[in-house]
């Protein structure tokens, strides 16, 4: 039987959440719940169920986008 959405996302978010917390690349507290919220909720909508592919993506992306922000304020 599978989790209900809601209950597989928040637990997918608090994983990535965790992971990122302790390696200290969180950044901004609330960049980062809005950031991955809208990554595992895309996924879950284009019908990815697996809790830990939905914390791993989100935390790499989340790399990535964090890399990439203070690429260009360093450009700026």
Same mark, same amino acid.
């Given at each position: 039987? +599978?989790? /209900?959405? /809601? =209950?597989? &996302?928040?637990?997918?978010?608090?994983? #990535?959440?965790?992971?990122?917390?302790?390696?200290?690349?969180?950044?901004? /507290?609330? $960049? #980062?719940?809005?950031?991955?919220?809208?990554? $595992?909720? +895309? &996924?879950?909508?284009?019908?990815?169920?697996?809790?830990? $592919?939905?914390?791993?993506? #989100? =935390?790499? #992306?989340?790399?990535?986008?964090?890399?990439?922000?203070?690429?260009? %304020?360093? $450009? %700026?």
């Amino acid at each position: 039987m +599978t989790e /209900p959405l /809601p =209950i597989l &996302m928040e637990k997918s978010i608090l994983i #990535a959440w965790d992971y990122l917390e302790r390696s200290g690349e969180l950044g901004e /507290p609330e $960049v #980062a719940s809005r950031f991955l919220l809208d990554k $595992v909720e +895309t &996924m879950v909508r284009r019908g990815e169920r697996r809790q830990l $592919v939905l914390s791993n993506r #989100a =935390i790499d #992306a989340y790399k990535r986008f964090r890399t990439e922000r203070a690429r260009l %304020s360093l $450009v %700026s």
